[in-house]
Nanobody, 121 residues
Framework: QVQLVESGGGLVQAGGSLRLSCAASGSIFSINTMGWYRQAPGNQRELVAAATSDGSTNYADSVKGRFTISRDNAKKIVYLQMDSLKPEDTAVYYC???????????????WGKGTLVTVAS
């Protein structure tokens, strides 16, 4: 079994910062992409940022220049540093990873349970 556990959400004033963490554990042979999605009430889940195992990153236009994704591959952790937060960043943030278990050919798509980020105006 593979688990993704997020931490670091909370309430922050507009303009403030938060750092989210997501740790992967369980039966893991390799991890390809790790990333963060978010879902605000009434909206679809959307990609915020993603990072591949070779260091390539991708960001939603709405967070470019404000958010930074990083990975500690040895610890199997992905971080999302969120600066200059805006009320429209309020959402549940979900960790996502493509993880290959030992003895398998293809990776599976795994999700964390989510952590709530609330940005007050």
């Amino acid at each position: 079994q593979v688990q993704l556990v997020e931490s670091g959400g909370g309430l922050v004033q507009a303009g403030g910062s938060l750092r989210l963490s997501c740790a992967a554990s369980g039966s893991i042979f390799s991890i390809n992409t790790m990333g963060w999605y978010r879902q605000a009430p009434g909206n679809q889940r959307e990609l915020v940022a993603a990072a591949t195992s070779d260091g390539s990153t991708n960001y939603a236009d709405s967070v470019k220049g404000r958010f930074t994704i990083s990975r500690d591959n040895a610890k199997k952790i992905v971080y999302l540093q969120m600066d200059s937060l805006k009320p429209e960043d309020t959402a549940v943030y979900y960790c996502n990873a493509i993880i290959k278990a030992p003895g398998t050919l293809y990776g599976g798509n795994y999700w964390g349970k989510g952590t709530l980020v609330t940005v007050a105006s």
